[in-house]
């Protein structure tokens, strides 16, 4: 069983590698709604992207809590989050350079599309149910190692 520094070190690395994770957004009282995102993690924040006249657009701009998770089953990422600001593609450029170094594509090549900057408030990491116990590796948006 990894203990909480080696967890937040594997997450620093996944998050580092600038990947796909599942984004799960809700409208105020509503259903969770689902969807595959690109994920550039700065260093801080997680900043992800879609159109802005999406469901998961109109999802973050009610309600600013999100989760997202990456890996599999046997080695999980679980993050809470919340969005601190957004902003059209063709308005951001640092956004849009950032993300674009680290994911190998432009979201202002896309009609509409809207970054959107998360801020972890809690992260877990597990790798099955023997890594259950423990795997909060950073709450209320403080690393726990």
Not at 7 to 33: I, S
Not at 58 to 86: E, F, H, K, Y
Request: without cysteine.
């Amino acid at each position: 069983m990894r203990d909480t520094p080696t967890r937040k070190a594997d997450v620093l690395a996944a998050l580092e590698k600038q990947g796909q994770v599942w984004l799960a957004t809700a409208e105020v009282g509503g259903r969770p709604h689902v969807i595959a995102v690109s994920a550039w993690w700065d260093g801080t924040d997680l900043v992800v992207t879609t159109s802005g006249s999406s469901k998961t657009a109109r999802n973050i701009a009610m309600n600013p809590l999100v989760t997202l998770a990456g890996g599999d089953p046997a080695d999980a990422i679980v993050i809470q989050a919340q969005m601190l600001d957004s902003s059209p593609a063709e308005d951001s450029p640092e956004l849009a350079t950032g993300f674009s170094n680290a994911m190998g594509w432009d979201p202002r090549e896309m009609d509409g599309w809207m970054f959107f900057r998360l801020r972890p408030t809690r992260i877990q990491a597990f790798r099955g149910y023997e890594e259950i116990e423990g795997r909060d590796v950073m709450i209320r948006s403080r690393w726990l190692a």
